[in-house]
């Protein structure tokens, strides 16, 4: 059975620390994913980021959607999380 759709992804990810300091830990993404037939074209981008200090976990995550490289949804959150929450 021959469908004709076509899949891509890529991810990216950077992860950080400096050996002194264990709160400057930090990781960061950026994933692609796409799918295709014929004409049709649909892509995902998210990207987030991670990182924290003695009192707070810092959260951003962004997600945009295109249907043939036309943004049609895009949202954005940014969050501080304290380390006290239970």
Known sequence: MKHD???GSIAREWW???PDDPL???????????RSRGAWKTRTETYAKMNS???NFYIYAKLEAY????????KEISETISRDSH
């Open 53 to 55: 200090d003695a009192e």
């Open 67 to 74: 249907e043939n490289e036309i943004l049609f949804f895009e």
């Open 5 to 7: 759709l076509e899949i």
């Open 16 to 18: 950080s620390i400096h």
């Open 24 to 34: 400057s830990a930090e990781g960061k993404t950026h994933w692609t994913e796409e």
